[in-house]
């Protein structure tokens, strides 16, 4: 017989991120997010690689990334306002996670594996934070695709990657739904 979770159910059927720019403090202390990087640490990983890590982004952590976007942004021939937009991405923030995805060499376990599994991380973190009552956001931006970027602001070794940044706060204003998918064009069955 199923075991149902009513609460649980009824919060990924209603569950929603919170713009970025709409989060403001409170963010979570470090006791507040112990439990949210916990459960984002529990996720699907094939083979038990832990092919991820994280890496809390404090506030002048994320205004040490910020000062590092203008010439990143030249670097890559951004247009000025491209540039402003992505620095305000860190500069306006007070709290995010960077997940980084840590490939591991394994002749059992594709890459793509550990990348679903990184990707996994980011929605759980993402999920638990908004189950604890936050906004929060997956953000990545083009300057997290930026390989020297990565390794400037975040240290990362060669080969990892930063798979997405979950900004976390307190919401500040409600945004409107989003239209959600047709379960009927998504979803075909297969009888036979
Ligand atoms: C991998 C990934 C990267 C994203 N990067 C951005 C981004 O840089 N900027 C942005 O405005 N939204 C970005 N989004 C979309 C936001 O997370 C968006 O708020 C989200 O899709 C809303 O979905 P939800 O309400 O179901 O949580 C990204 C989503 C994913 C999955």
Same mark, same amino acid.
């Given at each position: 017989?199923p075991d149902?979770?009513p609460?649980?159910?009824?919060f990924?059927?209603?569950r ?6 709409t989060?403001?403090?409170p963010v979570p ?9 916990? &459960?984002?640490?529990? +996720? ?10 994280l890496v809390?982004?404090e506030r002048a952590?994320?205004?040490?990334? &910020?000062?590092? /976007?203008?010439? *990143?942004?030249e670097?890559?021939s951004?247009?000025p306002?491209? /540039?402003?937009?992505? +620095? &305000?991405q860190?500069?306006d923030a007070d709290?995010?996670? &960077?997940?980084i995805? #840590?490939?591991v060499? #394994?002749?059992? /376990?594709?890459q793509v594996? @550990? +990348?679903?599994s990184a990707g996994?991380? *980011?929605?759980q973190?993402?999920n638990?934070?908004l189950?604890a009552?936050w906004?929060?956001?997956?953000? #990545?931006?083009?300057?997290?695709h930026?390989a020297?970027?990565a390794? @400037? ?9 930063i798979?997405g940044l979950?900004h976390?706060? +307190?919401?500040t ?9 047709d379960?009927?064009?998504k979803? #075909?069955w297969?009888?036979?």
């Amino acid at each position: 017989m199923p075991d149902p979770n009513p609460v649980a159910l009824d919060f990924l059927l209603s569950r929603r991120s919170r713009p970025a720019k709409t989060l403001g403090r409170p963010v979570p202390d470090r006791d507040q997010l112990e439990p949210i990087l916990r &459960a984002a640490l529990r +996720t699907p990983d094939h083979g038990k690689l832990e092919p991820w890590r994280l890496v809390v982004l404090e506030r002048a952590a994320l205004d040490r990334l &910020a000062g590092l /976007i203008p010439a *990143c942004g030249e670097r890559l021939s951004r247009q000025p306002e491209d /540039i402003a937009k992505q +620095t &305000a991405q860190y500069a306006d923030a007070d709290l995010a996670v &960077a997940v980084i995805a #840590s490939p591991v060499e #394994s002749p059992k /376990i594709p890459q793509v594996e @550990q +990348t679903l599994s990184a990707g996994a991380v *980011c929605l759980q973190l993402l999920n638990a934070a908004l189950a604890a009552g936050w906004g929060a956001n997956w953000l #990545s931006g083009w300057a997290s695709h930026d390989a020297d970027f990565a390794r @400037q602001g975040l240290d990362l070794a060669e080969g990892e990657w930063i798979a997405g940044l979950i900004h976390i706060g +307190t919401e500040t204003s409600a945004p409107p739904e989003r239209p959600r998918p047709d379960l009927a064009a998504k979803v #075909s069955w297969l009888g036979a």
